[in-house]
């Protein structure tokens, strides 16, 4: 006789006798296991979707009878194990047989627990309903597709916040990117042209974050959103603006496990005070107006240190550069205003009239470790008796040399 048609046979008769008098120590072990979600496979088999979180478990039923000699396989059991879906056990449940009758039906039960899910791959289920000692195609397949549910809020997030990964900002007002991951997989979204947001004249990224979701305390490997807040100035109004483009990646690893890429889409009505106000012809003015040195917009500053923004002036001609947001800014928490001087030029020949620099000191606190948005710096140039200022500068304040950087 066959060895491998003998062992089945007997397998086979020990799960019937098992099921048909429920003995204690296998039914003890089955009910221990409680699952969070369970998916009903018909004896045909079938195409199935599951969706899964972090720290959850599940089962899988499939309707089959093993008194026939065919039982249910988990097909791809080694790839299983070397993923974050782990298979707790598998046994086989027998349909209500009040008359003990042998050749009854049930179910084969996998029961899975799943550990991380953002951020991984999660591997389909695939099984198969066959006869041990056969060589031929199975009879029936089931294809279980595992969804993370980091994944669909991602997914929802992307559709319901920017709708077609395209942003609409307004000038001057900050807008926020929002992407949900998990750092605790070691995967994070950074903004991958950073470089030429940086360079661009029109866009600043002044700020990102990360936000956990509400847990439970002690609860670890819980996900959440990084958020990206940029602004759009009116320079902008009228041009083509740089996409955003993010990945979220693995700092160790050279592929990106998932890609976004945003189009930004200035509101119309926002633009229009700038561009009906742009003079056709610069008229000529008796008048010396000041002129910037530095043509930067970011300025890159390490944390704890003093550093100093300088403008070229001459308050002979009425015009004196002012911080606007100093009361913001005096005993800041991250950036703090220390003051302002003014140097003159040299005059060897003390004559009236000469220029200077207005400098202001700041001195930076904790900005590597901020928890939020670094304030901006806004300056005016203007006479005290006019409300219109000649010349107005903004700066972004930009961490650099910080370890996550």
């Known amino acids: 006789m066959n060895s491998k048609f003998y062992i089945s046979t007997l397998a086979i008769l020990f799960l019937a006798i098992v099921n048909a008098l429920r003995?204690?120590?296998?039914?003890?072990?089955?009910?221990?296991?409680?699952?969070?979600?369970?998916?009903?496979?018909?004896?045909?088999?079938?195409?199935?979707?599951?969706?899964?979180?972090?720290?959850?478990?599940?089962?899988?039923?499939?309707?089959?009878?093993?008194?026939?000699?065919?039982?249910?396989?988990?097909?791809?059991?080694?790839?299983?194990?070397?993923?974050?879906?782990?298979?707790?056990?598998?046994?086989?449940?027998?349909?209500?047989?009040?008359?003990?009758?042998?050749?009854?039906?049930?179910?084969?039960?996998?029961?899975?627990?799943?550990?991380?899910?953002?951020?991984?791959?999660?591997?389909?289920?695939?099984?198969?309903?066959?006869?041990?000692?056969?060589?031929?195609?199975?009879?029936?397949?089931?294809?279980?597709?595992?969804?993370?549910?980091?994944?669909?809020?991602?997914?929802?997030?992307?559709?319901?916040?920017?709708?077609?990964?395209?942003?609409?900002?307004?000038?001057?007002?900050?807008?926020?990117?929002?992407?949900?991951?998990?750092?605790?997989?070691?995967?994070?979204?950074?903004?991958?042209?950073?470089?030429?947001?940086?360079?661009?004249?029109?866009?600043?990224?002044?700020?990102?974050?990360?936000?956990?979701?509400?847990?439970?305390?002690?609860?670890?490997?819980?996900?959440?959103?990084?958020?990206?807040?940029?602004?759009?100035?009116?320079?902008?109004?009228?041009?083509?603006?740089?996409?955003?483009?993010?990945?979220?990646?693995?700092?160790?690893?050279?592929e990106s496990a998932q890609t976004a890429e945003y189009t930004i889409k200035l509101d119309e009505d926002s633009c229009k005070p700038y561009i009906s106000e742009k003079p056709k012809e610069e008229e000529e003015d008796d008048e010396p107006r000041p002129k910037f040195i530095s043509e930067e917009k970011n300025v890159y500053v390490n944390d704890n240190d003093d550093f100093e923004l300088s403008f070229s002036g001459n308050p002979s001609t009425g015009y004196t550069w002012l911080l606007d947001n100093e009361d913001q800014l005096v005993g800041g928490q991250y950036i703090e205003y220390v003051g302002m001087e003014y140097r003159e030029k040299e005059n060897k020949d003390n004559l009236d009239g000469v220029g200077g620099s207005y400098v202001f000191t700041f001195k930076a606190h904790g900005i590597c470790n901020r928890n939020g948005l670094l304030p901006k710096l806004y300056f005016v140039n203007k006479r005290e008796w006019e409300t219109e200022s000649a010349q107005e500068l903004r700066f972004i304040v930009v961490p650099k040399n910080c370890e996550h950087n």
């Open 23 to 254: 003995i204690p120590i296998i039914s003890d072990l089955i009910d221990k296991f409680k699952s969070d979600k369970s998916i009903d496979v018909p004896q045909k088999g079938g195409e199935y979707d599951l969706d899964v979180a972090a720290n959850s478990s599940f089962s899988i039923n499939l309707a089959g009878n093993p008194t026939t000699g065919y039982q249910w396989y988990l097909e791809n059991e080694s790839e299983i194990q070397s993923s974050s879906i782990i298979l707790v056990g598998q046994n086989y449940a027998q349909k209500k047989n009040p008359g003990k009758m042998v050749g009854t039906g049930g179910n084969f039960v996998f029961n899975f627990k799943v550990n991380e899910v953002c951020g991984q791959v999660l591997p389909d289920l695939y099984f198969v309903y066959k006869r041990s000692w056969e060589t031929e195609e199975p009879i029936a397949t089931a294809q279980i597709t595992l969804i993370g549910k980091c994944e669909k809020e991602q997914k929802k997030m992307m559709m319901e916040a920017q709708g077609d990964s395209v942003v609409t900002a307004k000038v001057n007002e900050p807008f926020k990117v929002e992407l949900a991951g998990n750092p605790t997989t070691g995967y994070n979204w950074v903004l991958k042209n950073r470089e030429e947001i940086d360079a661009s004249p029109l866009i600043y990224q002044f700020g990102d974050n990360y936000n956990s979701d509400e847990h439970e305390e002690g609860m670890v490997g819980v996900g959440g959103t990084f958020i990206f807040e940029f602004e759009v100035n009116e320079d902008g109004c009228g041009k083509e603006l740089p996409k955003l483009s993010f990945s979220y990646e693995r700092s160790w690893e050279n």
